[in-house]
């Protein structure tokens, strides 16, 4: 075990707590840096879209994780993103201006859906959501002038200061750089007030307004935030697909991005990754099992959604802290390796909330 | 002189008078204590003043201010701290991420600083610590500073709201039944913490409380309420001699 031993208030604030933390992250950056150089383009291929997908996953996340607020309507910010992108860079705008551009874009229209929404919690706002997801699909299969709609849009090639972004390696890289840095943002952000706020307004509305914590005000925030990242997120989904849709921007999109968040961990940004390998490597997973299962079941229509369905219901009976919550306890197995104790991680009876308040 | 005033206060719920014009006066320095049976208006007043509820009459003054109409976010910037009856604590944060929270009325940098925890943000956060760090230092809570809220025992999570109250640095202390669910020890240990709060600290506080040996222990004043309105108001041996007092919490004609 590693006891830290703690001097300065600054250590509770740093990005790393220990050397340790230091070096694994270290490391595995240092892997993720290789990886095009060894494994073939598919790989990296699949490997970029694990990382579009997590950076959606850190930003709901955010929302549902840490706001206690349900979103079944990402993928429209996920679709603004990627049309923004698009039709910015046809139109000849550079590159390191539409990113930030599709960011901003989904960012505002988090804002504007928020406003309306944020007052409903739970169920309401998650239909509200819902709604609004299948509105924004229907301006981008309607707004033909704009979208293309189903002829679909093909998605131009962007440069960087003239270097052309091409390929699974390119997409790969820039994917990286942007979910390391919409990861600096979340740690900052949680570890700043706002971050508090948001965590406040999910354990408890009325104790947070009366301590000074605005709700609508911070409920946007917390829904701008997380829109907008979804929003860059949404710019490298489209050079993932080079090719877009309408239709790729569904309830089915949103229901994946809220299987990450719950398969992956409530409450931690770890969980977030996790929940984007799984969401994304386990169909690829199946699909090369497939091909070495007895017929009867490896032909079998629906294998996938029913072993994705299976998998779900039983991450929520028995491992409702999600992957990252047994890789904590499998961490810690082997930390106290003989002196583990089942009863560590479980909480000690909730105490009855009685006549909360309206 | 007095920092808080409540002038005919009075709610309705439908046909109900909740609270029937109220009119009570709170010293600096002093602890009023509210009694009263079970559905006597106290609780109500502690949410009319934190103003979860909107007063159907009446005025709320504070330090000079009306604050009949302020929005509730805005009360503990204006030094008004409460604890509830039922604790309402963030029961998925740390003790020290709860007593943070307290700090967030002081909290003055732009989101754009705390997206990127820029510096001056980095020394906010420094600084709302050393005060937070005062009051854990105050309530003895250095051992249970990174204990998941979930995971405290109940007698723990009191001192731990009324921390968190203390760290929004309040004029006025909102206690709503302080001792309810502790036992004997832990209520008198509750009522040497509010006379450590009223001498060393010097805020001013009103608590709603059922348990009268801690009102006497700790209470300068004592106001009892029964079905919304004032039965009498004076120092803890008086309103506890009342026959008026007496009749509404056990019955009969005394």
Known sequence: MRY????????DLALMRHGGDRMSYGLL????????????????GELGAVFIFAITGVALMLLIGYTGLVSLGHAAFLGIGAYTNAVLLEKGVPFVITLPASGATAALAGIAIGIPTLRMSGLY???ATLAFGSIVGTVFQKWTAVTGGFDGFAVPTPTIFGFPIEGATGVY??????????????????????????????????SAQSMGINLSLYKTIAFAVSAGMTGLSGALFAHYVRFLAP???????????VTIVFVGGLGSLHGAIFGALFVRLL?????IVRDYLPSAIGRMPGLEPSIFGLILVLCILFEPAGIYGRWQKVKLYFNSFPMYRRTSFRRQRAYARSERLR | ?????????????GGIKAVDSVSFEVRQGEVFAIIGPNGAGKTTIFNLISRIYNPTSGRLMFDGQDITTVPPYRIAGLGIARTFQNIELFSNASVLQNLLIGRHCHARASVGSQLLFLPSTRRAEVSHREKVEDVIAFLELERYRDTLIANLPYGVRKIVELGRALCIEPKLLLLDEPSSGLNVEETEVMGFWIEDIKKDLGITVIMVEHDMSLVSMVSDRVMALNYGRVLAMGTPAEVQGNPDVIRAYIGGEA
């Open chain 1, 247 to 257: 239709d790729s921007f569904d309830i089915l999109l949103s229901i994946q991005f």
């Open chain 1, 125 to 127: 706002l998650a239909i």
């Open chain 1, 173 to 206: 890289y820039l994917s990286l750089a942007v979910l390391l840095f919409v990861l600096w943002i979340s740690v900052n952000l949680l570890r700043s007030p706002i971050g508090r706020a948001m965590v406040a307004i999910r354990d408890s509305e009325v």
């Open chain 1, 4 to 11: 830290l031993f703690k001097t300065r208030y600054q250590q």
């Open chain 1, 29 to 44: 950056l240092v892997v993720l840096l290789l990886i095009p150089a060894v494994l073939g383009e598919f790989y990296v």
């Open chain 1, 283 to 287: 169909p690829q997973a199946i699909a």
């Open chain 2, 1 to 13: 002189m007095s920092l808080f005033a409540a002038q005919e206060l009075a709610v309705r719920f």
